[in-house]
């Protein structure tokens, strides 16, 4: 038998560590790769932030400023309070105010209720589901203008669908927007179905996530179509109704489109002046930029302050 050799193999010969070289770093790429990784990452986001800041934030800013001045003859002052006097001592400034807080209310009996009452029919369907989301949704899609063209000849006193159709079941004819007491009630449901598709999928998603285990529960209790609704489908998807009811309040606070398209903005009798249309009138129709700033800064306060309110009582419940 052989004596083992004593010269060293390949296989068990100690590697030696190669010193870094002078001035090298161990980390260097990974240093370099980090950095360009931020960099392009802050460089993507500072766009954005210049974005919202040029066309959010400065609006904003310069509205607050301009409801404590005055421009005439190129000269701009300080007033103080007095844009804000102005605007008070309008008597169009109740009006407008009640006008909204209308729209507001008839809004919310038909555009939060319409919704979600749609969602919950679309949930109950096993079969053609993304059609009835489409046909649903497809009011949004179109151009408001084309919208309100629509419910225009809807609404027209001489040729319209909705007289015919009263006609030929020998109802009374209606002046939708010519009359008073009809003119925010027809703005308000061509504002419901301009805008209801949006609210309707988020409340059908909502839906969708409720476990069928609940359902099943309840229905061995003995619980009927509306005790259902009321014990399961309601606290179930609270949280998004909270949600939506305060984001729809705040927009139709701020309603304009709808009632300058259809009636003008002011309407018969003033019947559908809201606040947004009033600045519309004092910035481009008496050209008093600081009274339009001042009722938009009024407006901001209301919302921001009701928001505020909403939330810690949200707050409070959820505690």
Not at 48 to 69: D, G, K, T
Not at 71 to 88: F, K, Q, S
Not at 220 to 247: C, E, F, N
Request: hydrophobic share 50%; charged share 15%.
């Amino acid at each position: 038998m052989s004596a083992p050799s004593l010269t060293p193999t390949k296989a068990n010969t100690p590697r030696r560590s190669t010193p870094p070289r002078a001035g090298s770093r161990p980390d260097g790429g990974r240093f370099a790769k980090e950095l360009r990784r931020n960099v392009t990452a802050h460089g993507f986001l500072i766009g954005a932030v210049l974005c919202f800041a040029f066309f959010s934030w400065y609006p904003m800013i310069r509205e607050f400023l301009l409801a404590f001045q005055k421009t005439e003859d190129g000269t701009t002052t300080w007033v103080g309070l007095d844009n804000l006097r102005t605007v008070v001592n309008d008597p169009a400034f109740w009006q407008a105010w009640r006008n909204t807080l209308l729209f507001t209310v008839l809004a919310l009996l038909l555009g939060f209720v319409v919704p979600f009452v749609v969602a919950l029919v679309i949930n109950e369907f096993r079969h053609g589901q993304g059609y009835l989301r489409l046909l649903v949704y497809l009011p949004v899609m179109l151009p408001p203008v084309a919208s309100v063209l629509l419910f225009k000849y809807l609404y027209d006193p001489g040729y319209g669908l909705l007289n015919e159709v009263f006609g030929f079941l020998h109802l009374p004819e209606q002046q939708w927007l010519q009359d008073p007491d009809l003119s925010m009630l027809s703005v308000v449901v061509a504002a419901t179905w301009m805008n209801m598709g949006g609210a309707t999928l988020i409340y059908l998603a909502a839906l969708q996530g409720i476990p069928g285990e609940l359902y099943e529960a309840a229905e061995l209790d003995g619980a009927g179509l509306l005790r259902k609704i009321w014990h399961v489908t309601i606290p179930q998807t609270r949280l998004i109704l909270s949600l939506m009811l305060l984001m729809q309040i705040v927009a139709t606070m701020q309603v304009f489109v709808e009632p300058f398209l259809l009636t003008g903005g002011a309407g018969p009798e003033g019947s559908t002046t809201t606040v947004v249309y009033l600045i519309y009138q004092y910035a481009f129709n008496f050209n008093n930029y600081g009274a339009a700033a001042a009722l938009g800064l009024l407006l901001l306060v209301l919302l921001a302050a009701f928001s505020a309110a909403y939330v810690k009582l949200s707050r409070s419940e959820d505690e």
